[in-house]
């Protein structure tokens, strides 16, 4: 039981970038799924949250209007555009499962649901 995150590179300011995440050993449509994120040196940052269907979505403040969370019913995945992107975006991205279903209102109480991780994907953000 696992979870892939793929989509990571590099892009200049400004730009646009999509992340994918996926399950290995179980349903992702069955469970929340979040992205979080962490740069060398600062603390993992929670970045957005989808739940369970009806799909309700939590952002953080730092990427509301310029990240959109979604899912992908089809291929079972959890895609995060990310639009707009800025130097503070750069950070490894990765994605966790939290198998209550259910999103936290808050962003900043997300992983504390959390039960499994990701390993993560590179986005570097460049001037």
């Known amino acids: 039981v696992q979870l892939q995150a793929s989509g990571g590179g590099l892009v200049q300011t400004g730009g646009s970038l999509k992340l994918s995440c996926a399950g290995v050993?179980?349903?992702?449509?069955?469970?929340?799924i979040a992205w979080f994120r962490q740069a060398p040196g600062n603390e993992r940052e929670p970045v957005a949250c989808?739940?369970?269907?009806?799909?309700?979505?939590t952002y953080a403040d730092s990427v509301k209007g310029r990240f959109t969370i979604s899912r992908d019913n089809t291929e079972d995945t959890v895609n995060l555009q990310m639009r707009s992107l800025q130097a503070e975006d750069t950070a490894n991205y990765f994605c966790a499962r939290d198998r209550s279903g259910y999103c936290a209102r808050d962003a900043e109480y997300l992983v504390y649901g959390m039960d499994l991780w990701g390993q993560g994907t590179q986005v570097t953000v460049s001037s």
């Open positions: 050993g179980f349903r992702l449509s069955d469970n929340a």
């Open positions: 989808i739940s369970r269907a009806p799909n309700r979505i």
